[in-house]
């Protein structure tokens, strides 16, 4: 049974920071992971998508990376700002869709 | 290009009532997947429609159940509610018949169950 992780759970920094979210899975038999933001209250907005045989995806200040054979994935969040302020969920696609529980992150001014 | 829409917004129930939800998925996806979000946790599957047939199930008992129509919209419904499905419902949308597809989602219903 596919379970997913994220930590930390919830994280703080300063604007212009650089960060990474983790995530981890333990079933590598996946067809792609995929990283969401989600602001309170509402639904989920996809960010990446990254196929099982991709390394690695990127979207501006975005990027994703995948390591199927550790059963990580990383989301790096480059000189973040206040927008940037939601939680964020990593979902890996395998029989089903299997979410972590997210990391709130707040980006403060 | 019209993205994936849930109705109603917001709902409030009491114990032992159903309800139904429903949801329109984006123009040329015929894959729609329902999901329970509890708050402070991440979504859980409950199941997939492709082509009007169930395709899919998480671990949700029969009182949950779904239907999809011709046009690929589709409906959630919940028998005899319990307190505990109080939640965010999610529905999704993806390509058809692509393993491995990017999944859409809508902006999700709030049920309350009093």
């Known amino acids: 049974k596919q379970e997913v992780t994220q930590i930390p759970a919830a994280l703080s920094v300063p604007e212009g920071e650089n960060l990474v979210l983790n995530c981890s899975f333990t079933?590598?038999?996946?067809?792609?992971l995929q990283w969401f933001r989600q602001d309170p209250g509402k639904g989920l907005t996809s960010l990446l998508l990254?196929?099982?045989?991709?390394r690695e995806q990127t979207s501006g200040r975005l990027n994703a990376s995948l390591d199927k054979s550790s059963g990580r994935s990383t989301l790096y969040i480059a000189a973040s700002q206040p927008g940037d302020s939601a939680t964020y969920l990593c979902?890996?696609?395998?029989?089903?869709?299997?979410f972590g529980a997210g990391t709130r992150l707040t980006v403060k001014p | 290009e019209t993205g994936v829409t849930q109705s109603p917004t917001h709902l409030i129930k009491t114990r032992g009532q159903q309800v139904t939800l429903r949801c329109s998925s984006q123009?040329?996806?015929?894959?729609v997947s329902w999901y329970q979000q509890a708050l402070g946790q991440g979504p859980q599957f409950i199941f997939q429609?492709?082509?009007?047939?169930?395709?899919g199930r998480g671990n949700f008992p029969p009182r949950f159940s779904g239907l999809q129509f011709p046009n690929y919209s589709s409906e959630l419904n919940v028998n005899a509610l319990e307190l505990d499905d109080s939640a965010l419902y999610l529905c999704?949308?993806?390509?058809?018949?692509?393993?491995?597809?990017?999944?859409?989602f809508g902006p999700g219903t709030r049920l309350t169950v009093l």
């Open positions: 999704a949308s993806s390509l058809p018949g692509v393993r491995g597809s990017e999944q859409f």
């Open positions: 079933d590598s038999a996946i067809y792609n």
């Open positions: 990254i196929q099982s045989s991709q």
């Open positions: 979902a890996a696609l395998g029989a089903d869709m299997r």
């Open positions: 123009s040329g996806h015929n894959t």
């Open positions: 429609y492709y082509r009007e047939e169930e395709n």
